[in-house]
Nanobody, 120 residues
Framework: QVQLVESGGGLVQSGGSLRLSCAAS????????MGWYRQAPGKQRELVAT???????NYVDSVKGRFTISRDNAKNTVYLQMNGLKPEDTAVYYC??????????????WGQGTQVTVSS
């Protein structure tokens, strides 16, 4: 089995920064696309950013210019640098990754989530 473990969430004032990390471990041959999603209270989970194995990134419009997704393939880790945080960024942030094993079909795994709270 594969585990994705997020870290780096917390409470920050508006305009502040946080860096989220998500490390994958377990039965992994390779990780394909990785991404960050978030879910605010009473809202659906939404895509924040994704990154391919070659570093091509994609962001939701509301975070463009403020958030940066990156990955370290040697460490099976994806990061989300969040600058200029706003109260509307408050949510539980989840990472996911497409897991490729030596045997079996690829599948998507999710982390348990980390809370980000931005105070005004």
């Amino acid at each position: 089995q594969v585990q994705l473990v997020e870290s780096g969430g917390g409470l920050v004032q508006s305009g502040g920064s946080l860096r989220l990390s998500c490390a994958a471990s377990g039965n992994i041959f390779r990780l394909n696309a990785m991404g960050w999603y978030r879910q605010a209270p009473g809202k659906q989970r939404e895509l924040v950013a994704t990154i391919t194995t070659t570093g091509i990134t994609n962001y939701v419009d509301s975070v463009k210019g403020r958030f940066t997704i990156s990955r370290d393939n040697a460490k099976n880790t994806v990061y989300l640098q969040m600058n200029g945080l706003k109260p509307e960024d408050t949510a539980v942030y989840y990472c996911n990754a497409e897991i490729v094993r030596l045997l079996g079909t690829p599948y998507t795994s999710w982390g348990q989530g980390t809370q980000v709270t931005v105070s005004s």
